[in-house]
């Protein structure tokens, strides 16, 4: 409830991409956050990776991954009272097929895309693709036409590399200066997205990630939650709001109109 409570001292209302199983697991967890005013969106059923991480081949249907997803959906829409419109991809792995299969069974909205220069985890080309909300061309991760569905990219700093700007591993291993100025420079493109996992400001000690990966959760706890809020601080007089509600204020990359139609995984939409 920690997470709850940052955002509540800085008066942020976030989006939560929740897991679906996580209703079951944690009865009372979801409905919390929704009575706080955050909102609820979708992070799966249970968090496989939907794509291979390494070939970007599907590991599932398109009917096996429209089916778990409306499962989720709907648990989640049931526990807290809302209409789910957002949607995660576990790990970040997005194809454009599943972009145009969440658009077929009701969602408005995913942000999975995030370019860099150090991995990468998207199954479709992304070369146009900035830090500002746009259409994804069908069966494709590039800027296409308008529809009925957006995505929103995550903030990233230019200087010569692309760098992540947000949490989770970066935020824990490159520290909150350089995602500050990542934030800063999307900001002057447009809305942006800035995000961290509760997890990053636990204490627990975690099991071992992997045989490659012996020091993933070294840097966790009190320190990651120093570096959010003073991100947050730094960023005190940027509107922050929930990615349901950038939808009906921002504009989408190659229209001047707003969409009619920050993550918690906390998430916060930031605008200029």
């Known amino acids: 409830m920690r997470t709850l409570e940052i955002l509540e001292e800085h008066d942020i ?17 979801v409905e919390a956050i929704s009575e706080r005013g955050h909102e609820i969106a979708c992070h799966s059923l249970r968090h496989p990776c939907i794509i291979n991480p390494r ?26 009272g809302k209409k789910v419109t957002g949607y995660r991809a576990p790990n970040a792995l997005i194809a454009g097929w599943m ?5 077929e069974i009701g969602f408005k909205y995913d942000s999975s895309v995030n370019v860099n220069s150090f991995f990468h985890k998207t199954g479709s080309p992304v070369d146009d693709v900035t ?15 308008k529809r009925n569905i957006v995505e929103f990219p995550w903030a990233r700093f230019e200087a010569g590399l692309n760098i992540p700007a947000y ?21 002057k493109r447009g809305h942006t997205v800035f995000y961290f996992h509760p997890i990053d400001i636990s204490d627990e000690r975690f099991p071992r990630v992997g045989k490659n990966r012996p020091g993933y959760w070294m840097i966790k706890g009190n320190v990651i939650e120093k570096r959010i809020t003073h991100i947050l601080s730094a960023l005190k007089k940027v509107n922050k709001m929930t990615l349901n509600e950038a939808m009906a204020t921002c504009e989408i990359a190659g229209y001047e109109r707003p969409v009619t139609g920050i993550q918690s ?3 916060n939409i930031l605008s200029a």
């Open 13 to 29: 209302r976030a989006t939560f991409f929740v897991v679906g199983e996580v209703v079951d697991h944690y009865p009372g967890l």
């Open 55 to 80: 070939t970007k081949a599907p590991m599932m249907s398109i009917n096996e991954f429209k089916a778990a997803t409306l499962v989720a959906k709907r648990m989640l829409e049931k526990a807290s």
């Open 99 to 103: 972009i145009d299969a969440l658009e």
């Open 131 to 145: 830090t500002i909300p746009y259409y994804p061309n069908r069966n494709s991760l590039s800027v296409g036409m």
């Open 167 to 187: 949490g989770g591993p970066i935020l824990r291993f490159l520290g909150s200066n350089i995602i500050m100025q990542g934030l800063k420079q999307s900001l």
């Open 265 to 267: 995984e906390v998430e």
